[in-house]
């Protein structure tokens, strides 16, 4: 289900920061607009990590901090989440963000496969 594959064309790819509309977990009638790490694909549906600027986040159970990136106009940095993989369709994002380096998606894919089984 991994993959690295960015390529700003406007189809959002694994390895780039889009936007999406993300529904708050003890409320899903609610939620915002917020980036998301696409880590993979099958077809139109898109799988996704979402990310905070939230600096809360640091040492969060769960949370990994990934740094800034051009996701945020501010060069805030950010978090992401790992136990949380949202299915989002492909026509539901709403802009690219950035593609997220190599290097930096490496390490989150591999925290995914060491602490949750991902292959």
Known sequence: MLAYSPDLDGAPDPGEVVWAWVPFEDDPSRGKDRPLLVVGR??????????????????QRHWMH???????GQQRPSWIRLDRVL??????????????????????????RRSYGWK
Do not use: C, P, T, Y
């Not at 799988?47 to 640091?58: H, Q, V, Y």
């Not at 990934?66 to 945020?72: K, S, V, Y």
């Not at 026509?91 to 390490?107: S, T």
């Open 42 to 59: 099958d077809g139109h549906q898109l799988f996704g990590l979402m990310l905070s600027s939230n600096a809360d986040r640091e040492g």
């Open 87 to 112: 299915d989002v369709q492909e026509k539901g994002v709403r802009r690219e963000g950035a593609i997220l380096d190599r290097a930096r998606f490496d390490k989150v894919a591999a925290e995914l």
């Open 66 to 72: 990934l740094g800034a990136g051009a996701w945020d």
